[in-house]
């Protein structure tokens, strides 16, 4: 059965410390993407892949890192930098023709 | 600079009676319009699209209608049912874009039985 694996659901960070969330899919799609989504906002665009070993930040990038090594894995690392994190993440794939983006059901990041 | 709007936050609708959600965007460059149900602690699931070229699209109880004159789309759920009762998202992308995704802040809709 195909689809988006988001791992794990609920996640707590220490202050000062990095946590890498992971995005798995199963779907042969292409493209991968990270989201971020806060209270009574929409999902806002961290970072993207096209292809295999390439990535483009979205329109929040700062304080987060991704790698792409693999077709079906992209995970995000929320890193020190980033001073809010506590937010729910969402990761998608899609084909490259533009096909409606797939979602896995989130990563929920607080702080301790 | 929010280039798609969903202005209100919620709406409330008795089952069997029509719900429309509405949503507005400003960058005319966007040329695909989507529209993505929520449920809590769950990632959005698709549930209709659009192309710019056509001002209507039908999918079984679901509406989506496109006025690109006023930069505006509209979702109608006919008949509601309680199970409809999630946060639905309306979203925007463009070819020039390379297809990313633009949310709007989404639309509680509570469908009451």
């Known amino acids: 059965d195909g689809g988006i694996t988001q791992s794990p659901k609920y996640l707590f960070r220490k202050e000062g410390q990095n946590v890498t969330l992971s995005c798995e899919q199963n779907l042969n799609h292409d493209a991968m993407y990270w989201y971020r989504q806060d209270p009574g906002q929409g999902l806002r665009l961290i970072y993207y892949?096209?292809?295999?070993?390439?990535?483009q930040k979205g329109d929040i990038a700062e304080g987060y890192s991704v790698s792409r090594e693999k077709k079906e894995s992209f995970p995000l690392t929320v890193t020190s930098a980033q001073k809010n994190p506590t937010a729910f993440y969402l990761c998608?794939?899609?084909?490259?023709?533009?096909?409606?983006?797939?979602f896995g059901d989130g990563t929920r990041l607080s702080i301790l | 600079d929010q280039q798609v709007k969903q202005n209100s936050p919620s709406l409330s609708v008795q089952e069997g009676r029509i719900s429309i959600l509405n949503c507005d965007y400003t960058n005319s460059m966007f040329d695909y319009f989507l529209w993505y149900k929520k449920y809590p602690a769950e990632g959005p699931t698709f549930l209709i699209s659009?192309?710019?070229?056509?001002d209507k699209n039908e999918d079984g109880r679901f509406t989506v209608f496109l006025n690109k004159s006023a930069k505006h789309l509209s979702l109608h759920i006919v008949p509601s049912q309680p199970g409809d009762s999630a946060v639905y998202f309306c979203a925007a992308s463009a070819i020039e874009y390379g297809n990313k995704l633009v949310f709007g802040a989404g639309t509680i809709l509570r469908v009451k039985s």
């Open positions: 892949s096209q292809i295999v070993n390439d990535f």
């Open positions: 659009i192309s710019s070229i056509k």
């Open positions: 998608a794939s899609t084909t490259r023709d533009g096909q409606p983006q797939h």
